[in-house]
C-alpha cells in the first residue's frame, strides 16, 4: 500500500471531471490494498449517470450538502428517493440504480465504493476520455463494460417512496 498522508487534504487532492460532475478522490484502490475508492462528489444541477447501472462494488453515500434523488431497483419497480445533507444511503453490490441531482442547487457527497479498483478504474477511463474531448456514449458503454458495469438503460417508471 502507498502512504496516504491523513488526513487527506481537500484542497490538494487529486480531481477529474465525468461530464459536469467533480470528482475529488480522497482514497485510492493502492492506497487501501484494493479495497476502498473514497471520493467527494459535487455534482451539479442536472449532473450525475444518465442511466440505471449496476456493478459489483457497494457503495455508501453520505450527503454533505444539497440534494440527491436516487433511483434504485427493486422487487416491483424503481424507487425514487431524495436524500439531503446529513442522509446516508448504502448500495449494495449488484443494485440497479443511478443518481442524479435534479434540484437547482449543486450537491456534495462523501462516496465510498468497495471494493475500489471497478468504480477507481472506470472514473479515470472515463475522466481521461472526456478531458480528451473522446468520451462518445460508445466510448463510455466500452468502459462501463471493461470495469464491469453493466448500463441497463433509461429509467423505468417509478414507484413513489421517500
Known amino acids: 500500500m502507498l502512504p496516504v498522508d491523513l488526513p487527506v487534504d481537500l484542497a490538494r487532492a487529486e480531481r477529474v471531471l465525468l461530464g459536469t460532475d467533480e470528482i475529488t478522490i480522497l482514497a485510492t484502490g493502492a492506497q487501501t490494498g484494493g479495497t476502498l475508492f473514497a471520493v467527494h462528489v459535487r455534482m451539479r444541477p442536472g449532473g450525475g449517470p444518465p442511466v ?5 462494488p457497494g457503495e455508501i453515500y453520505y450527503v454533505r450538502a444539497g440534494e440527491f434523488t436516487f433511483y434504485v431497483g427493486e422487487a416491483g419497480g424503481v424507487r425514487r428517493v431524495v436524500a439531503v445533507a446529513g442522509d446516508v444511503v448504502p448500495l449494495a453490490g449488484g443494485t440497479p440504480h443511478t443518481v442524479r441531482n435534479e434540484s437547482t ?10 471494493p475500489g479498483a471497478p468504480m477507481e478504474g472506470f472514473s479515470r477511463a472515463a475522466a481521461a476520455a472526456a478531458a480528451n474531448g473522446d468520451l462518445t456514449m460508445e466510448t463510455a458503454l466500452s468502459l462501463a463494460a471493461q470495469h464491469g458495469i453493466e448500463m441497463l438503460g433509461p429509467v423505468p417508471d417509478v414507484v413513489e417512496r421517500h
Do not use: L, Q
Request: charged residues 20%; negative net charge; aromatic residues 6%.
Open 52 to 56: 440505471m447501472h449496476r456493478h459489483e
Open 105 to 114: 442547487a449543486d450537491a456534495v457527497a462523501f462516496v465510498v465504493h468497495a
